[in-house]
């Protein structure tokens, strides 16, 4: 099919993440529902030691969902109540909410060209009551975790990775979510690693975090049986574990197609001044990218959005256009320019694994067609 016939590209197909595989997943329900294994089985054992010596890690725990996984990371390493944890109001609302319920108090700052946190603005952040910082390796990209942690150092302070959209992206050759006392990944179905419902994992190098992190997500029952503290009924599913274990075994072909389909849209769409594209792959040999999603910057955003649309053309904006500390009710006050300015032009084009150099094709020849006109 040419770049101009018709065709409808949804932003994410649902329906054929499961179709792709369909035979294998109908065989692991079948097994673990004749087995009768449902919660906290081998199969929830055998996906986190893949993805601990995958991540080369010594603890992955499986959790219910990325958000618990980040609350329970900031209760595990200590977080005292009231004291602040500075992280980048490009992000969802999980992210400071696990701060929140954690008992601290989240702060938020400006993120820079590539939408992640700017480390030019930490420091002038952090205050006397700061404890921390969380960067979020959003959109499949890690931060500049060196300025990162040299900062966190200077002050005396701590690090948690809020690295839900990026298992698998690396600075400088290390995994997200390694480079603090702890990680947590998201496996939501539309993430590059993604279940048939909610489902995380927190990952730490650290024996006492992960004590406690195992301790939170089951009732605060330790390995006896015995309660030893209060704790959270959030643990990742079996079923979801054995799923997820399949995926995580070819994961390295997963990315390859991403970052093939970043390059596409960087080869036919690099040249247009109407837009801000993503770091293309091979920009920077300090990153690795993992394209969770394709976020633009577009001028004209909003009929660019529609035109897009006319032509069967599914994109998003993110949370509903606006960043965390956009929220009135959350009560954040801030002002960070370049995020403000990044939410009346961001915008996300389809990047999946339906999506084909073809798709990219048809993307690119109707951005052009709409600039041009």
């Known amino acids: 099919m040419t770049a101009t016939a018709t065709r409808t590209i949804p932003f994410f197909n649902y329906k054929e993440a499961f179709a792709a595989r369909e035979t294998e997943y109908v065989e692991i329900f079948r097994d ?94 952090i205050t006397k009551r700061t404890r921390a910082i969380m960067p979020v390796q959003l959109n499949g990209r890690t931060a500049d975790m060196d300025r990162i942690n040299a900062i966190a150092e200077r002050h005396g302070l701590f690090i948690i990775e809020d690295s839900a959209q990026a298992l698998g992206s690396k600075f400088r050759g290390r995994f997200a979510g390694t480079f603090g006392r702890a990680g947590v990944f998201s496996f939501y179905p539309a993430k590059v690693l993604g279940c048939f419902g909610d489902g995380g994992a927190v990952v730490t190098n650290d024996d006492a975090i992960a004590e406690r992190v195992l301790l939170l997500r089951d009732h605060g029952r330790s390995h006896t049986g015995e309660v030893v503290r209060w704790g959270f009924n959030s643990r990742l599913d079996n079923l979801q574990a054995a799923i997820l274990d399949l995926q995580l075994r070819d994961y390295a072909d997963v990315i390859a197609h991403r970052r093939m389909l970043a390059s596409a849209y960087e080869e036919q769409l690099g040249d247009l001044s109407e837009l801000h594209l993503p770091p293309a792959p091979d920009e920077d040999p300090d990153h690795f990218d ?33 960043a965390v500390h956009q929220f009135a009710g959350l009560g954040l006050r801030a002002r960070l320019p370049y995020t403000e300015r990044m939410f009346e032009r961001c915008l996300m084009l389809p990047m999946n694994m339906t999506v084909t150099a073809d798709d990219v094709e048809y993307v690119a020849h109707h951005i052009r067609r709409f600039y041009r006109a």
């Not at 602040?84 to 108090?105: C, D, K, N, Y």
């Open 32 to 125: 673990i529902l004749r087995r009768g294994a449902f919660i906290q089985q081998r199969d929830l054992a055998e996906f986190e030691k893949r993805l601990a010596g995958y991540l080369g890690v010594k603890h992955a725990i499986g959790v219910g969902n990325a958000t618990d996984g980040l609350m329970f990371a900031w209760m595990a390493s200590g977080l005292e109540p009231g004291v602040e944890v500075i992280f980048p109001s490009h992000t969802m609302v999980a992210s400071p909410a696990s701060v929140a319920h954690a008992g601290g108090v989240p702060v938020a700052v400006d993120c820079g060209p590539d939408h992640l946190i700017d480390p030019d603005v930490i420091e002038a952040a």
């Open 290 to 322: 993992i394209y969770q999603n394709y976020e633009v910057e577009a001028e004209n955003r909003d009929g660019l959005r529609a035109h897009l649309s006319a032509a069967g053309i599914g994109t998003i904006i993110q949370w509903g256009g606006k």
